[in-house]
């Protein structure tokens, strides 16, 4: 019953922006860490950045500050906003979040977003 929605992707020219957007709907209880990771065309998916309940954030090396992760615990939503995109962040991008659904187990679980392309062109 619980389901992530991913919107924001797209195709952009380098150094261009992007604002993915993650929001979370259904018989949801409560929401714990978020989390944003990534897979290119024949590569492992890789974590992005991740946020905790109280805000705490975490991001792989590699995006060098460009890369900035959020959330609004009202709207059960995690952003994504990309700065100073590169080819080489072309990705589908897939969006994660720790979900305590209103089940009779009550049960904690990691549920994932259908994934959103994004495609930086030189």
């Known amino acids: 019953q619980v389901q992530l929605m991913e919107s924001g992707g797209g195709l952009v020219q380098a150094g261009g922006s992007l604002r993915l957007s993650c929001a979370a709907s259904g018989s949801i209880v409560s929401i714990n860490g978020m989390a944003w990771y990534r897979q290119a065309s024949g590569k492992q998916r890789e974590l992005v950045a991740s946020?905790?309940?109280?805000?705490?954030?975490n991001y792989a090396d590699s995006l060098k500050g460009r890369f900035t992760i959020s959330r609004d615990n009202a709207k059960n939503t995690v952003y994504l906003q990309m700065n100073s995109l590169k080819p080489e962040d072309t990705a589908v991008y897939y969006c994660k979040q720790r979900i305590t659904a209103a089940t009779i187990r009550r049960y904690e679980y990691d549920y994932w977003g259908q994934g959103t392309q994004v495609t930086v062109s030189s």
């Open positions: 946020i905790s309940s109280s805000g705490r954030t």
